[in-house]
């Protein structure tokens, strides 16, 4: 088994440690709150409308479809078309659980065409309304890629687990909402002489309500391997989307987003299209 280098390992054992400490400290109040409802007015104030690319820092109770599809043009170019379905339980204004089950289709290159199930991901948030009367939320968790794939596909893993702590943010002021996640992942179950791999990645959305039934916003993911056989490589991709709730209630949304590669991934382009149903 491959071993990490001590100044990246100590960065990601940090960050897990604090994501965790986070949740951790954060369960005792999301109990409290579940018995407690004066503080619903702040949670109602710090709701905030989920982006599309981005994940939403509020836990949620929800039920979210995705398609995702990526295209690489030149020689080799990747066509591959992603079918995600996730359940997000909230069991307070504090902290919720998700799962996101994918299924994968590649159909470019020729060589390459499989389709699957791909990692199936569970992801626990925690959040904090410490700061609510200033519009601004904190909080974060811990997400888990569980090895539901297949190494002779490329499609996922069959063995390898990722760990990814999460730190988040979110600001919301009359109109508009903004929302940054920070992300540090690292794979685990490594068989011998496979290289670590470690990734740092940062999510930004900003989002403006056009009207009561229409949300535009523009996104930024970047993510840079820090450890790994594509150490040193970083993906950039600009995504700007809208939203439409088609009914007064607000329960249904419906979503899309161009997303365009810059810098070295300058050459992919995705579209993805989700619906979410709140309860």
């Known amino acids: ?15 897990s440690r604090l994501c965790l400490v986070l949740v951790v400290s954060l369960t005792p109040c999301a109990a409290l709150g579940a018995q407690e409802h004066h503080d619903d007015h702040d949670h109602d104030h710090l709701h905030f409308s989920h982006p599309v690319v981005t994940e939403s820092p509020s836990p949620d109770t929800k039920l979210r479809f995705d398609y995702l599809g990526t295209r690489t ?19 307070n204004d504090n902290l919720s659980l998700a799962i996101v089950t994918p299924f994968v289709s590649r159909t470019a290159p020729q060589s390459e065409r499989e389709s699957g199930l791909g990692d199936i991901e569970l992801s626990l948030k925690a959040a904090s309304l410490a700061f609510g009367e200033l519009g601004l939320l904190i909080g974060g968790g811990l997400a888990a890629a569980l090895p539901t794939g297949s190494d002779a596909k ?10 990814a702590p999460f730190l988040d943010a979110g600001y919301k002021l009359e109109r508009v909402e903004l929302v940054g996640f920070a992300t540090l992942s690292s794979t685990v179950n490594r068989r011998t002489g496979e290289a670590a791999e470690r990734e740092l990645a940062f999510d930004v959305s900003a989002l403006t309500r056009v009207s009561s ?5 523009i996104e930024l993911t970047s993510a840079r391997a820090l450890v790994g056989t594509e150490s040193g490589s970083q993906r950039t991709f600009l995504a700007p989307g809208l939203k439409i709730y088609p009914f007064p209630s607000r ?7 161009a ?16 619906a979410f149903y709140h309860f």
């Open 1 to 15: 088994m491959s071993i990490p280098t001590p100044v990246n390992s100590g960065l990601f054992a940090a960050c």
């Open 213 to 217: 039934r229409i949300e535009g916003m």
């Open 154 to 163: 490329g499609i996922g893993s069959s063995h390898l687990v990722e760990l």
């Open 73 to 91: 043009s030149g020689l080799g170019g990747i066509h591959e078309s992603i079918f995600r379905v996730e359940g997000e339980y909230g069991f």
């Open 251 to 257: 329960k249904l949304m419906l979503g899309a987003s």
């Open 259 to 274: 997303e365009f590669g810059v810098g070295a991934v300058k050459t992919t382009r995705a579209l993805l299209v989700s």
